[in-house]
């Protein structure tokens, strides 16, 4: 029977390393870690709290190893992003890339009553986006997976960041996603390819799970099977 709390394990399935979980829980060497992993110290409720609070979920589905498919949510953003590229032949805004993520979990769960990847949506000023995306985004970025390229927005102060995937990683096989999921991700994409930020943004904020939720909360899933079906995405 597996363990009702085990650190090592929950680092491993966010693949983290253990300066990141001392940075994230706020101790200040990597051997508290160690001596946490190992039973040599407990975690501390606060440091439980912090750590919830890096990953992008509640304390409650940590302790309870509710946690989300970390590794099938990349490969979503793997998927969506080849897809976009291939359709559109040019990056995808980031902003606009997030939001095709956000439509395919929810309307997995309008559908199946189960999200595609689990991850806890925040409501964010420019819509519903989890934790988790910045940080996958900017490992990818770091590690050579994805490219980054800044534009000028005509009429805006702000550059864009338009996202593209490098060779390698477009070329993988898929190992989590079904044929179904990938099928519901194409058709996300495949509407929204001619949309740009500013459409796709508006079109999150006149959604019910959006409306509903106070900033920076967690959205609930169950919110999204209250619209209409045009009104998924």
């Not at 995808?92 to 890339?97: E, R, W």
């Not at 595609?116 to 949506?121: E, R």
């Not at 943004?201 to 899933?221: A, C, G, K, M, S």
């Amino acid at each position: 029977m597996r363990p009702q709390w085990n650190l090592k394990e929950i680092r491993h399935m966010y693949g983290l390393s253990q300066s990141d979980i001392a940075e994230a829980i706020g101790v200040k060497s990597r051997s508290t870690v160690v001596a946490i992993e190992s039973g040599d110290r407990d975690l501390m409720s606060e440091e439980l709290g912090r750590l919830a609070d890096y990953l992008g979920v509640e304390i409650a589905d940590l302790i309870a190893y509710e946690i989300p498919d970390y590794e099938k949510y990349r490969e979503m953003l793997v998927e969506t992003l080849r897809r976009y590229t291939e359709y559109t032949k040019h990056g995808a805004p980031k902003t606009l890339f997030a939001k095709l993520i956000y439509f395919a979990d929810f309307a997995w769960f309008y559908d199946q009553l189960k999200p595609m990847s689990g991850m806890k949506y925040r409501r964010d000023p420019y819509g519903p986006v989890p934790d988790q995306f910045f940080r996958i985004v900017d490992s990818m970025i770091e590690n050579g997976e994805m490219q980054l390229e800044l534009k000028v927005r005509a009429g805006r102060k702000n550059q864009m960041q338009s996202l593209s995937l490098s060779e390698t990683v477009a070329s993988q096989p898929n190992q989590y996603l079904t044929a179904k999921e990938i099928d519901l991700i194409d058709k996300v994409v495949q509407k929204w390819k001619k949309a740009n930020v500013d459409q796709i943004v508006e079109f999150t904020h006149n959604q019910l799970p959006w409306q509903v939720t106070r900033p920076n909360e967690f959205i609930p899933y169950e919110l999204i099977t209250q619209e209409e079906p045009e009104n998924v995405y």
